[in-house]
């Protein structure tokens, strides 16, 4: 079964600082999907990347993935408070398969 | 466009009770899941229905858990009986058929005693 291993687990940066989340996989990706999730609330969907060396920015958020490397990354330029939260990769394990399987998270603390 | 509904959104019972969780998707989506997510652990898929048919429920332990979405719209998540380990957040999301993206619901949090 496919596994997502996320670094870092948590992440204390000051605000106005980048930061940048990984997530690798056991398996090749087919879809790679970026949620956003805030204590006691559900998943926010941030972005979805399915091919490889593709790139795809929302506001301050940038996401790529390395289908080579079978990973990828979640980059925040210039952290806001509005950015703290625990951000999760979810993958699909075949091509048009919707079934996901998620990462641990990664917790991420701003500072002022 | 309203999003995924779930309630209740807390819940607390003792062990060998029994519990119910009902989620309405987003309206027009053909697919709804129930994934179960434990306090530092992403979610877990639980089942995935396509409609009213069970597309994928290999991972529900089918001894105390069962769900059903009768007319394909809203669904009911049943544990019975519950047990201390399920304590968790359960969710609920949906997407439009054929496509990857799901929404999920608030969540229900049930603790165990």
């Known amino acids: 079964s496919q596994e997502l291993e996320q670094s870092p687990q948590s992440l204390i940066v000051q605000e106005g600082k980048n930061l940048t989340i990984n997530c690798t996989s056991s398996?090749?990706?087919?879809?790679l999907y970026w949620y956003k999730q805030k204590y006691g609330e559900g998943l926010i969907f941030l972005m979805m990347?399915?091919?490889?060396?593709e790139e795809k920015s929302h506001e301050k958020i940038t996401a790529k993935l390395d289908e080579k490397k079978q990973q990828s990354s979640l980059h925040i330029t210039a952290s806001q408070p509005s950015h703290a939260g625990i951000y999760l990769c979810?993958?699909?394990?075949?091509?048009?398969?919707?079934?996901?399987?998620f990462g641990t998270g990664t917790r991420l603390t701003i500072i002022p | 466009e309203a999003g995924v509904a779930q309630s209740p959104r807390y819940k607390i019972i003792e062990k060998r009770q029994s519990v119910a969780f009902w989620c309405n998707p987003i309206?027009?989506?053909?697919?709804l899941y129930w994934y179960q997510q434990i306090l530092g652990q992403g979610p877990k898929l639980l089942i995935q229905?396509?409609?009213?048919?069970?597309?994928?429920d290999s991972q529900l332990p089918k001894d105390r858990f069962s769900a059903e979405r009768l007319k394909g719209v809203d669904s009911t998540l049943k544990i019975q009986p519950a047990k201390l380990e399920d304590s968790a957040v359960y969710l609920c999301?949906?997407?439009?058929?054929?496509?990857?993206?799901?929404?999920f619901g608030a969540g229900t949090r049930l603790s165990v005693l």
């Open positions: 999301a949906s997407s439009f058929q054929g496509k990857n993206i799901q929404y």
């Open positions: 398996k090749t990706l087919y879809g």
């Open positions: 990347l399915q091919k490889g060396g």
């Open positions: 979810g993958a699909s394990s075949n091509f048009g398969n919707e079934k996901l399987t």
């Open positions: 309206s027009g989506h053909a697919t």
């Open positions: 229905f396509q409609n009213n048919g069970v597309v994928d």
